[in-house]
T-cell receptor
């Protein structure tokens, strides 16, 4: 299947700092990517749709000024958590569609805000 | 009512057993159905993908879709401890890209 990578896999930061997470499609191009967050023992919650060349589309209740998304190229989307706080600690996962109606997920990034 | 309902478990079975995981969905417009496996602290891995009613088999895994009753299943034969993970069903409208997930079922296969 298609490969999606994320970097970093784990990050620990102090409260108030900003953290950037990268999502790359390694062997295919993706005009759209998706960002999810997942709390322990819960399912994935879609945060936003990242669109190459245009603004991201955010789900209801997700603060777009806090979670900045940039889809810089057909293989790279970044999620920046600005002024992170402990409640932002979570597992962040990206995905990219490949082929007809299938999506492939990155390995996830575990964010811990102290 | 959630668009996709899935029993979160946990489900614990002995090694070698046949495992049945199930989801129901509410919108008959959903056209494509997927099962993902997620190990702890990892991203979901696509296991099975299907778009028509009936069965699709891949090794020890069989995905079953019944569109008339809006019911999807994943069967795992000869279950192994390495199958222990959370299994997520997902569906999507034709032409759309945004997946709708079930809650996920935590499965443990005991040696």
């Amino acid at each position: 299947g298609a490969v999606v990578s994320q970097h970093p896999s784990r990050v620990i930061c102090k409260s108030g700092t900003s953290v950037k997470i990268e999502c790359r499609s390694l062997d295919f191009q993706a005009t759209t990517m998706f960002w999810y967050r997942q709390f322990p023992k819960q399912s994935l919650m879609l945060m936003a749709t990242s669109n190459e060349g245009s603004k991201a589309t955010y789900e209801q209740g997700v603060e777009k000024d806090k979670f900045l998304i940039n889809h810089a190229s057909l293989t790279l989307s970044t999620l920046t958590v600005t002024s992170a706080h402990p409640e932002d600690s979570s597992f962040y996962i990206c995905s990219a569609p490949s082929g007809k109606d299938t999506q492939y997920f990155g390995p996830g990034t575990r964010l811990t805000v102290l | 009512q959630k668009e996709v309902e899935q029993d979160p478990g946990p489900l614990s079975v002995p090694e070698g057993a046949i495992v049945s995981l199930n989801c129901t969905y509410s919108n008959s417009a959903f056209q494509y159905f997927m099962w993902y496996r997620q190990y702890s602290r990892k991203g979901p891995e696509l296991l099975m993908y299907t778009y028509s009613s009936g069965n699709k088999e891949d090794g020890r895994f069989t995905a079953q879709v019944d569109k008339s009753s809006k019911y999807i299943s994943l069967f795992i034969r000869d279950s192994q401890p390495s199958d222990s993970a959370t299994y997520l069903c997902a569906t999507v409208f034709q032409g759309a890209q945004k997946l709708v997930f079930g809650q996920g079922t935590r499965l443990t296969i005991n040696p």
